[in-house]
């Protein structure tokens, strides 16, 4: 899925748009009636609070695809059922504007990066009120935006954070793959990844994967196969996940390695800047998920990568944006993961 590019009619819009060198990349979205001629790409979503606005917004369009063969399937969003609306995002107060209505439905459609332009949430909204007046509405969804939504201005830009350049348009955001392990192949293939470590080899799918597609891959998988915390629905016995995992291990006993500790204590067995890559699937505590990550990204070469899966955690989702706000998000099949490369 493309990340979604929303577009508000603030005056910094034109300053913010100039940071995104191809707009094409982006699915659209446009907040309100006023945004509508603020964007010369196709338009693949409006959202929209105020129904009186709707044959106005039916009227711009037309016109914007008369003038010059603009889209005209584009789809209305907004918080209530009725003519004109194509998508619902039911209103729960407080309100936070049409850009947070927008903001709510893209992530239900299941985008991952959403980019805010024009939407700074500072100075008077067109009917003169303050915009300052909707921010609780955002705040209040704070564990549903953080890491998913940034901004590129303004207060929300604050709240949010900035999309980094390596977010808004990573060297690997054209891999597309139905599975974390498939996507790890590719990375695998395209960046001649060498050596590389789990954490939480769990039952092996992931781990024996990439040394089955990657011959000359080298891989160290750290479990201690505590007790899971976690409701998983299968493998649950940790004794057999284990086994299961040393069973499998002897046809690659030559470039796998298991480290059997906790990933800060197997870390210290591990040679800084000695890593093509680290895959983080292991306890998804968000203090958890911070020490993996400052234990590990020493390990890691400059240019190599630090990855990790189930980004749609929101433990996971808050310690990533909080130690990495420039990782970026991809969809693989049903996993949700994050990635970032080391300078």
Request: proline residues 7%; glycine residues 8%.
């Amino acid at each position: 899925m493309k990340p979604i590019l929303i577009i508000g009619s603030a005056p910094c819009l034109k300053d913010d748009l100039a940071h995104i060198p191809d707009h094409s990349r982006f699915d659209i979205l446009a907040v309100g009636l006023s945004s509508l001629d603020k964007c010369a790409g196709d338009i693949t979503y409006i959202a929209n609070n105020h129904p009186e606005n709707i044959p106005a917004i039916r009227r711009i369009m037309q016109e914007r695809y008369e003038a010059c063969g603009g889209n005209w399937q584009y789809q209305i969003i907004g918080p209530e059922p009725g003519p004109g609306i194509d998508i619902v995002e039911p209103y729960r107060p407080p309100t936070g504007s049409s850009s947070i209505t927008g903001v709510l439905a893209a992530i239900r459609m299941g985008y991952r990066r959403i980019i805010l332009a024009g939407c700074p949430l500072s100075g008077d909204a067109p009917a003169g009120n303050p915009y300052e007046e909707f921010r609780a509405g955002w705040i209040m969804r704070k564990g549903e935006l953080i890491g998913t939504v940034r901004s590129l201005s303004g207060w929300t830009r604050d709240f949010l954070g900035a999309p980094m350049e390596a977010w808004l348009a990573p060297e690997w955001y054209d891999i597309q793959e139905p599975s974390r392990w498939q996507f790890l192949v590719r990375m695998a293939e395209r960046y001649r990844w060498k050596r590389g470590a789990e954490l939480g080899v769990w039952y092996g799918q992931t781990f024996f994967e990439m040394l089955h597609r990657c011959p000359d891959l080298n891989m160290t998988g750290v479990d201690d196969w505590r007790e899971c915390r976690y409701a998983a629905s299968h493998h649950q016995d940790q004794a057999v996940n284990k086994r299961t995992v040393y069973a499998l291990l002897p046809p690659y006993a030559n470039r796998a390695t298991i480290i059997e500790k906790t990933t800060t204590e197997a870390a210290r067995q591990v040679k800084d800047g000695s890593l093509d890559f680290v895959f983080i699937d292991a306890d998804h505590d968000y203090g958890a998920v911070v020490c993996d990550i400052a234990a590990w990204i020493p390990k890691i070469r400059r240019g190599g990568f630090l990855a990790g899966h189930d980004y749609d955690w929101e433990s996971v989702r808050c310690a990533v944006h909080d130690f990495l706000p420039d990782a970026s998000v991809h969809e693989a099949g049903s996993d949700i993961l994050w990635a970032w490369r080391r300078p």
